[in-house]
């Protein structure tokens, strides 16, 4: 096992976009970060663009949406570090074959929701008992405003008319996951929170979004190092916190 004095972060989906530049901005806080990714080419395609940055990068191999291979991450992680101080929730599907309620193909809302959803639950699960070693641990799950039921549900919000019935929903579940685990948690050194990144221009969307992944890393960034409990168990975005 290594010397364990700097902080160890793992990053989901992290080969690129949000993901990506999550895992520079905390490796340029000195902190080792694992780039965790389902492919072994763009995962270390990613980690190696990392390290010539400076940064100390490693890829670890890890498809949220398999059971074997998130044990395997999380065992390899014990047996390197002993712990990890940071785990980002963050990679995440869309579907050409979701949509509104009445139409969604149902196929894909169940795979969404394997990613999106039993994903981050099984990872989270997966690594606590590193994370409970940790003297500060922080968990971030890369939420969307488009995972809030309030929002959903406000014909003046510019989100409103967005029904995508798999994708929103797995978000409004990993909201839901945020609230419990942070109460489940509240008594141990342990804080969680929901990060909303904003609209970014990335694969899910087709570079649609007018933020950079650059400008989106930060509220999820920020969340991952805060320095008290002073946010835990909230829903957090540039601007503030975002209703449920
Ligand atoms: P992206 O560029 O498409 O990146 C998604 C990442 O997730 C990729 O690294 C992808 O890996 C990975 N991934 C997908 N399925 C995976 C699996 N089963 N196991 C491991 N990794 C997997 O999308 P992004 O915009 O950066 O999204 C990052 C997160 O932010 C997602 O949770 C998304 O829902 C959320 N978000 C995005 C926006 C936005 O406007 N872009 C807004 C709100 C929230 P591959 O390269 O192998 O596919």
Same mark, same amino acid.
């Given at each position: 096992?290594?010397?364990?004095?700097?902080?160890?972060? =793992?990053?989901?989906?992290?080969?690129?976009?949000?993901?990506?530049?999550?895992?520079?901005?905390?490796?340029?806080?000195?902190?080792?970060?694992?780039?965790?990714?389902?492919?072994?080419?763009? /995962?270390?395609?990613?980690?190696?663009?990392?390290?010539?940055?400076?940064?100390?990068?490693? !890829?670890?191999?890890?498809? $949220?949406?398999? +059971?074997?291979?998130?044990?395997?991450?999380?065992?390899?992680?014990?047996?390197?570090? /002993?712990? %990890?101080?940071?785990? $980002?929730?963050?990679?995440?599907?869309?579907?050409?074959?979701?949509?509104?309620?009445?139409?969604?193909? %149902?196929?894909? $809302?169940?795979?969404?929701?394997?990613?999106? !959803? !039993?994903?981050?639950?099984?990872?989270?699960?997966?690594?606590?008992?590193?994370?409970?070693?940790?003297?500060?641990?922080?968990?971030?799950?890369?939420?969307?405003?488009?995972?809030?039921?309030?929002?959903?549900?406000?014909?003046?919000?510019?989100?409103?008319?967005?029904? =995508?019935?798999?994708?929103?929903?797995?978000?409004?579940? =990993?909201?839901? =996951?945020?609230?419990?685990?942070?109460?489940?948690?509240?008594?141990? %050194?342990?804080?969680?929170?929901?990060?909303?990144? /904003?609209?970014?221009?990335?694969?899910?969307?087709?570079?649609?979004?007018?933020? +950079?992944?650059?400008?989106?890393?930060?509220?999820?960034?920020? %969340?991952?190092?805060?320095?008290?409990?002073?946010?835990?168990?909230? !829903?957090?975005?540039?601007?503030?916190?975002?209703?449920?």
């Amino acid at each position: 096992m290594e010397n364990g004095s700097k902080r160890v972060a =793992l990053v989901t989906g992290a080969n690129k976009g949000i993901g990506l530049e999550i895992a520079r901005q905390l490796g340029r806080e000195q902190i080792i970060v694992l780039v965790g990714a389902r492919d072994a080419v763009r /995962g270390e395609a990613a980690a190696g663009q990392l390290r010539s940055d400076g940064i100390d990068a490693r !890829f670890v191999h890890l498809d $949220v949406t398999d +059971t074997a291979s998130i044990a395997q991450a999380a065992a390899a992680i014990g047996a390197s570090h /002993g712990r %990890l101080d940071i785990l $980002v929730n963050n990679a995440g599907i869309g579907d050409s074959a979701d949509g509104a309620p009445g139409k969604a193909d %149902l196929t894909a $809302v169940r795979r969404i929701f394997d990613t999106n !959803f !039993f994903g981050p639950l099984a990872v989270t699960q997966a690594m606590l008992p590193w994370l409970r070693k940790a003297p500060a641990a922080r968990i971030v799950n890369m939420s969307s405003s488009l995972g809030s039921i309030a929002i959903n549900g406000d014909a003046t919000s510019p989100y409103y008319a967005v029904r =995508l019935a798999g994708y929103n929903a797995s978000k409004a579940a =990993l909201n839901m =996951l945020t609230v419990q685990l942070a109460e489940e948690l509240r008594d141990t %050194l342990i804080v969680v929170n929901a990060a909303c990144p /904003g609209y970014v221009a990335t694969d899910l969307n087709g570079y649609s979004g007018p933020l +950079t992944p650059q400008e989106a890393a930060a509220t999820p960034v920020r %969340l991952a190092l805060l320095p008290d409990r002073e946010i835990h168990g909230q !829903f957090i975005s540039a601007q503030g916190p975002v209703r449920w």
